[in-house]
């Protein structure tokens, strides 16, 4: 065999191998579907606000989506409000640092076989390690402490300015967390400024998360219909403007049948119900200073008071 001939061998090999380590359809790793091989073994990046680990609260590891190796502890993750799951440390081995593509960002794999996680960012000050790695939720799997996984859901309400609505959502009986942003809107990414002109379409919304076990959507519900005026249109008390409107943003077909069903109830005893249902969209944490406002301030809800109607 000549020279060129032995070149051209050495390249058909060398990407043949390439390709067969990467093919995450052998045995050797676990089954990727396509859009976890457009992340995982293409570099793609899954949209923001829709990862399943993004509001995801329980203690336990996450694992690499392809050959399960542990990468990071529950403990290390924090909401950067970025839109991806964020870590300021992973298990020591178990993440490689890479210079990316573009030359101008670090690209972060699975030191186990090179699965795309996401990228690592220094210096920004979201905690004391100064350090975020931002993951793919679809690059990982998670593997809970007690190994018994612990099912949550959310739900979306608006009613009005949302520090008195996350005051009354907050201490309700099985609510995990609450977030306050903004949604149903159209503008990405809006600033409290932007959505105070009244023009983005947004919303001021609560998040809430909450365990099934201990209540359900029907009970939030009706909190929230009873910490808020639902027969004022375009505002809540004071608080005028379209922003500040009476809104469900159901996650599913279950929570507008039981939404609607609220409604009807409500309209049955003479309320002159005016709040929406509309199917949620990307939901948009608020700035810093606007979470649990009234605990961190000491005070009291203006406009959001409890009257049971149920």
Known sequence: MNLIGSVSLFIFTFFSMCNAQNNSNTGKYNKLTDEETRVIINKGTERPFTGKFYSFYEEGTYTCKQCDAPLYRSTAKFDAGCGWPSFDDEIPGAVKRVTDADGSRTEILCANCGAHLGHVFLGEGFTAKNTRHCVNSVSLNFVPNNKTKVKTETA??????????????????????????????????PTYKQVCTGLTGHAEAVEVVFDPEKTNFENLCKLFFETHDP???????????????????????????????????????????VTKLTPATTFYKAEDYHQDYYDNNGKTPYCHAYKKIF
Do not use: H, M
């Not at 009986?173 to 503008?187: A, D, L, N």
């Not at 809540?236 to 599913?252: A, C, K, N, W």
């Open 156 to 189: 979306i309400f608006a009613s009005g300015c949302f520090w008195g609505v996350q005051y009354q959502l907050d201490k309700a009986p099985g609510v995990i967390k609450t977030t306050v942003g903004y949604t149903g809107g159209t503008v990405k990414n």
């Open 231 to 273: 027969t004022q249109a375009d505002g809540q008390g004071p608080d005028i403007g379209d922003q500040y409107r009476s809104e469900i943003f159901y996650l599913s077909d279950e929570q507008k049948a039981i939404s609607e069903k609220l409604i009807g109830i409500l309209k049955g005893k003479g309320y002159d119900v």
